[in-house]
């Protein structure tokens, strides 16, 4: 069994890395690489502990404190960083990422209160990284930010944003080994900098390799204004970078591409947040919702609008086929200062000032409030969300076009009268669909209030899906096509001995691989399996059926809370459906079967009626022998053999999981694969697995 897919860009957000830096270069990844890789943070302790390297397309260490990343990283980090890179990653260090990736870091010497002298463990560049390559750098502030002219390797002349940054001493005297500049500063330097004036480098490391940088490519002059529009200077910087942005951005393709990436040709733009659409097979459900919401007190009236304040989101109820202007204009401003819409106004009139009406026009289920026209680092936290509650009828295909609800509902019925036994065919009646949200399990498990007024079964679901968790952080993560959606559950702590609330993360992966398998007739015979304790994974059809490849084509995410007596589970699923990247799609599988591709409603109401039917049985008779085989019967890992790096590299055998608490149970065996008598069960959440390169490692 083997997986060698490699999807993840990983953006360290440990101690050292500033939230600027993270989200630039998080924005400006997803705009390049987007969808062909999935882009997300990493903190120190997860770089330590996890098992990464397998599945990493890129390692990135963005601006911040290089003394702070020596703290984290020196010693067992840093060789795994520096390993993962020698067998073949890559790894992309920024500013003081550049510093951090060379073998010397020397900057401002001689002043006491600044200086930083030392040799780092890295060393892929094996030189020097000096600065200040310019002077004025202030910590923690954009007052020693600059403009600085770059000239890239193929003759291209262009500006970059620059703060702090150093010089690649002598680089050219490293080209035999395997070092190549890739653009250098064309300024005068505050520093030596030996021959070349190297700015940004490549450098070879055993089969891998590494882009250094001492600016900041990375920035986009447009999410500059938000940051930085207050200040007249860097007014200034801002249009002087504008100027070169074809520029900039061609250079950063460009070493994304002699990093081995795959980059989009087209830059994926900023999403906007559409309207929210609450709807159930029975209109009158949504009626009574609301009145309750009302009854309950968490509707508020505010200037003639009705808002449910959570504690994550703000959301305006809005009646069905009306536009408020007023809430329009009121939305607009409560999200975009008028100074940033005064600069971008002035600075980017064709990317920015379009109309809203013509920005909209067609697009009616765009939530005002919500334009993202100018293509910059949003706040998608700080934008009220429309909230449409259809009262009287189904939304009609022109409201929802990604989305039939008409499909939804019909097919939901059909497989609860084919699948529904010991179940009630509740789950999915309620739904809340957006077009593109932020996250359907952020949406309803970070507004707690709300979330204790939404009946069970109540599912949250959209065609694209944006941000993260993090404010003023959030980025469009996934493409067009997958699945994603969430489901609200409530489990009675009662049931904890019979049935403990850990299985609920396995019904959800068995409720997956059986809704595809169900699906229709033939879609049974589809290469799909779970991969303990909450992945779905496909035999790669790219590969040759008897490597027993598999590949990652979906994921489960369980948030659970406690209150009056029950858990509160909100189960998010994501799986990879009609599209094309960045991994294998259903679609593709059953293409390749000779079956029609899955939509998305009927895929989606066969995953609820099993999901809701086996949660059931499982409240009624606990994980029992015949949910135990069916689980089995599904999973990667019968009689795999493992290393358990905890236990002194001693050879394990998985043997399955716990009817009890669902731990995963490993039996030591010998060099012949006979039982030697050791015994081991494990939890799925204080353990790390990465079963394909057949280790099992604790963590400490």
């Known amino acids: 069994m083997?997986?060698?897919?490699?999807?993840?860009?990983?953006?360290?957000?440990?101690?050292?890395?500033?939230?600027?830096?993270?989200?630039?270069?998080?924005?400006?990844?997803?705009?390049?690489?987007?969808?062909?890789?999935?882009?997300?943070?990493?903190?120190?302790?997860?770089?330590?502990?996890?098992?990464?390297?397998?599945?990493?397309?890129?390692?990135?260490?963005?601006?911040?404190?290089?003394?702070?990343?020596?703290?984290?990283?020196?010693?067992?980090?840093?060789?795994?960083?520096?390993?993962?890179?020698?067998?073949?990653?890559?790894?992309?260090?920024?500013?003081?990422?550049?510093?951090?990736?060379?073998?010397?870091?020397?900057?401002?010497?001689?002043?006491?209160?600044?200086?930083?002298?030392?040799?780092?463990?890295?060393?892929?560049?094996?030189?020097?990284?000096?600065?200040?390559?310019?002077?004025?750098?202030?910590?923690?502030?954009?007052?020693?930010?600059?403009?600085?002219?770059?000239?890239?390797?193929?003759?291209?002349?262009?500006?970059?944003?620059?703060?702090?940054?150093?010089?690649?001493?002598?680089?050219?005297?490293?080209?035999?080994?395997?070092?190549?500049?890739?653009?250098?500063?064309?300024?005068?330097?505050?520093?030596?900098?030996?021959?070349?004036?190297?700015?940004?480098?490549?450098?070879?490391?055993?089969?891998?390799?590494?882009?250094?940088?001492?600016?900041?490519?990375?920035?986009?002059?447009?999410?500059?204004?938000?940051?930085?529009?207050?200040?007249?200077?860097?007014?200034?910087?801002?249009?002087?970078?504008?100027?070169?942005?074809?520029?900039?951005?061609?250079?950063?393709?460009?070493?994304?591409?002699?990093?081995?990436?795959?980059?989009?040709?087209?830059?994926?733009?900023?999403?906007?947040?559409?309207?929210?659409?609450?709807?159930?097979?029975?209109?009158?459900?949504?009626?009574?919702?609301?009145?309750?919401?009302?009854?309950?007190?968490?509707?508020?009236?505010?200037?003639?609008?009705?808002?449910?304040?959570g504690e994550n989101d703000t959301f305006r109820l809005e009646e069905v086929g009306r536009w408020n202007m007023a809430s329009v204009a009121k939305a607009f401003a409560d999200a975009v200062p008028q100074p940033v819409k005064d600069a971008v106004k002035d600075a980017l009139p064709d990317a920015v000032t379009a109309s809203s009406s013509s920005a909209n026009a067609g697009k009616e289920n765009q939530a005002p409030g919500a334009d993202t026209s100018s293509d910059r680092i949003l706040d998608y936290n700080s934008i009220t969300k429309q909230l449409v509650a259809h009262e009287r009828e189904i939304p009609d295909p022109k409201e929802t076009p990604y989305f039939n609800h008409h499909a939804f509902f019909s097919n939901l019925k059909s497989y609860a009268v084919d699948n529904c036994r010991v179940s009630d065919g509740s789950w999915g009646r309620t739904l809340?669909?957006?077009?593109?949200?932020?996250?359907?399990?952020?949406?309803?498990?970070?507004?707690?209030?709300?979330?204790?007024?939404?009946?069970?079964?109540?599912?949250?679901?959209?065609?694209?899906?944006?941000?993260?968790?993090?404010?003023?952080?959030?980025?469009?993560?996934?493409?067009?096509?997958?699945?994603?959606?969430?489901?609200?559950?409530?489990?009675?702590?009662?049931?904890?001995?019979?049935?403990?609330?850990?299985?609920?993360?396995?019904?959800a992966a068995l409720a997956i691989v059986a809704g595809i398998r169900e699906y229709d007739k033939g879609y049974q015979k589809l290469p799909v399996k779970l991969k303990w304790p909450n992945d779905i994974y496909a035999l790669d059809p790219a590969k040759d059926p008897k490597e027993n490849s598999y590949v990652k084509i979906g994921g489960i995410l369980v948030n659970s809370s406690y209150a009056g007596g029950d858990y509160t589970l909100v189960v998010g699923v994501g799986l990879n459906t009609n599209n094309t990247a960045p991994s294998v799609s259903l679609s593709q599988l059953a293409t390749n079967a000779g079956l029609p591709a899955f939509t998305l409603e009927k895929l989606l109401a066969s995953i609820l009626t099993h999901f809701e039917e086996l949660y059931t049985s499982f409240c009624q008779t606990g994980f029992d022998a015949k949910l135990e085989n069916l689980y089995y019967d599904s999973w990667l890992h019968t009689d795999q053999v493992v290393t358990l790096e905890a236990e002194g590299g001693a050879k394990a055998k998985i043997k399955g999981i716990t009817r009890d608490w669902g731990l995963l149970v490993a039996e030591e065996v010998g060099w012949d694969g006979r039982v030697k008598g050791g015994r081991w069960e494990l939890q799925s959440d204080s353990n790390s697995f990465d079963f394909f390169k057949g280790l099992l490692r604790k963590k400490v």
């Open 432 to 507: 809340l669909y957006g077009e593109v949200v932020t996250s359907t399990n952020t949406l309803l498990e970070k507004n707690t209030t709300l979330l204790s007024h939404i009946p069970t079964g109540l599912t949250a679901t959209a065609t694209t899906q944006v941000a993260g968790r993090g404010r003023g952080t959030n980025v469009w993560v996934s493409p067009p096509g997958s699945l994603m959606f969430s489901v609200v559950l409530r489990h009675s702590l009662t049931l904890s001995n019979s049935a403990p609330v850990v299985f609920v993360q396995y019904l």
């Open 2 to 309: 083997s997986s060698t897919k490699k999807l993840n860009i990983l953006i360290y957000s440990g101690p050292g890395a500033t939230p600027t830096s993270i989200r630039h270069i998080t924005y400006t990844l997803r705009r390049l690489v987007g969808p062909n890789y999935a882009i997300i943070t990493i903190t120190a302790e997860q770089l330590l502990k996890e098992p990464w390297p397998p599945t990493c397309a890129l390692l990135v260490l963005p601006g911040g404190a290089d003394m702070a990343y020596c703290r984290s990283l020196n010693g067992a980090g840093n060789r795994r960083i520096k390993q993962y890179v020698q067998l073949g990653g890559s790894f992309l260090g920024l500013c003081a990422g550049g510093y951090y990736g060379c073998s010397k870091c020397e900057f401002e010497v001689g002043k006491r209160s600044m200086e930083v002298v030392g040799d780092r463990e890295l060393a892929f560049f094996p030189g020097t990284c000096r600065g200040l390559a310019f002077g004025g750098f202030v910590y923690n502030s954009e007052d020693g930010a600059r403009p600085v002219k770059l000239k890239s390797a193929e003759g291209v002349m262009f500006k970059s944003y620059y703060n702090g940054g150093g010089v690649f001493v002598d680089a050219g005297s490293f080209n035999e080994r395997g070092i190549e500049t890739i653009a250098t500063y064309e300024d005068e330097l505050a520093v030596d900098g030996g021959e070349g004036g190297a700015a940004v480098v490549l450098c070879k490391v055993g089969e891998g390799k590494a882009v250094l940088t001492g600016p900041h490519p990375e920035f986009a002059p447009i999410n500059l204004y938000s940051e930085n529009y207050r200040k007249p200077h860097n007014r200034t910087i801002i249009e002087d970078l504008k100027a070169d942005e074809n520029a900039r951005t061609g250079f950063l393709r460009e070493c994304l591409r002699k990093l081995g990436l795959e980059v989009s040709e087209d830059s994926t733009p900023v999403p906007s947040l559409s309207r929210l659409h609450l709807s159930s097979f029975q209109p009158n459900y949504i009626a009574e919702l609301v009145h309750g919401w009302h009854e309950a007190g968490i509707v508020s009236a505010e200037d003639g609008e009705e808002l449910i304040k």
